[in-house]
């Protein structure tokens, strides 16, 4: 592949890859503008209860397509007394478990159906009062699906391009790979967009499965710092609350990678599509993640408090 091409590529990517960003914070702030007061009195009444804050925080994060963004509203919404420091703990686990939605929309090539939306929000935004608004949420997620798409069609030619096989042997090493996810997924402020890119380098046999999977894992904990960015010009139950959502990721990590290999080898057995089998691990790691932030979400929260972080 000559060179050119390949920096036509890197620019088509990076441009699918702004639009993809512009859009999710787009999508992000019109679903509070449309909830406004009442959707934030509705957050306070149900992180009150643990496992309703964990639901909260998953189907935010699967409307949005974006644990980054929920994250930071959390933080936020702490910050305001909106919701507990305890029940933003719980909205965190299931944001993670929310932006799986993303992976399974790239794997079951949901993006497709971007153009359709599109249209859509159309005939939505001539509705009257505040549902217009929602016109425009359509319109950015399906931006979103089309900016999927877009990424999945620049990439294809580089499966030919030695120079890219050469790039992505350093992802062979787990370390590697692991960094990729965290320094990728912090630079973009979305788990969402790498997750996706993982997903489409598997399906164009840029990358092999058993690597990617730790790029994956490498973007939950990239993820938390959209939350420890916000804040920082904050209170202290504000940085508490973030500090708690990066030890709650990495917890998860540190119980996950022991196991990827086995675990990788029997979804690669049973899974027949490898997009649909990363899907599959990376569900399954987010729920790790919840599983273990849930079994130490009160002792870690006391001794947050005590610590006055």
Not at 87 to 101: K, P, Q
Not at 182 to 196: H, M, N, P, R
Request: glycine fraction near 8%; aromatic fraction near 8%.
């Amino acid at each position: 592949m000559a060179e050119f091409s390949v920096f036509e590529v890197f620019v088509s990517v990076a441009a699918a890859v702004v639009l993809f960003v512009y859009a999710l914070k787009g999508f992000g702030k019109d679903v509070q503008e449309a909830g406004g007061e009442a959707l934030r009195r509705l957050l306070s009444r149900i992180t009150a209860r643990p496992l309703a804050a964990f639901f909260v925080g998953a189907g935010l994060t699967a409307l949005v397509q974006s644990s980054s963004a929920v994250s930071g509203i959390a933080v936020a919404l702490v910050e305001a007394g909106t919701i507990s420091f305890r029940g933003s703990l719980a909205v965190f686990l299931g944001a993670n478990v929310g932006t799986t939605s993303t992976a399974w929309l790239v794997a079951l090539d949901a993006t497709m159906l971007g153009p359709l939306l599109i249209l859509l929000s159309v005939a939505v935004t001539f509705l009257p009062g505040k549902a217009s608004l929602f016109g425009r949420s359509i319109l950015y997620l399906g931006v979103i699906l089309m900016a999927l798409q877009m990424i999945s069609d620049a990439v294809q030619p580089l499966k030919n391009s030695t120079e890219i096989a050469e790039w992505m042997a350093y992802a062979e090493n787990p370390l590697i790979a692991l960094a990729i996810g965290i320094f990728a997924t912090a630079l973009l402020q979305s788990s969402s967009v790498v997750v996706g890119m993982a997903i489409i380098a598997v399906q164009q046999q840029l990358i092999g499965f058993h690597d990617v999977l730790y790029v994956i894992v490498g973007a939950n904990i990239g993820t938390t710092s959209t939350a420890l960015i916000s804040s920082l010009s904050m209170g202290a139950v504000a940085r508490r609350a973030a500090l708690a959502n990066l030890i709650f990721n990495v917890l998860g990590v540190a119980v996950f990678i022991p196991v990827i290999p086995s675990l990788a080898g029997w979804v690669d057995v049973n899974i027949a599509s490898d997009d649909m089998a990363v899907a599959v691990i990376h569900l399954l790691f987010n729920l790790c993640v919840a599983i273990v932030g849930f079994s130490v979400l009160k002792p870690l929260a006391r001794r947050l408090e005590r610590a006055g972080t």
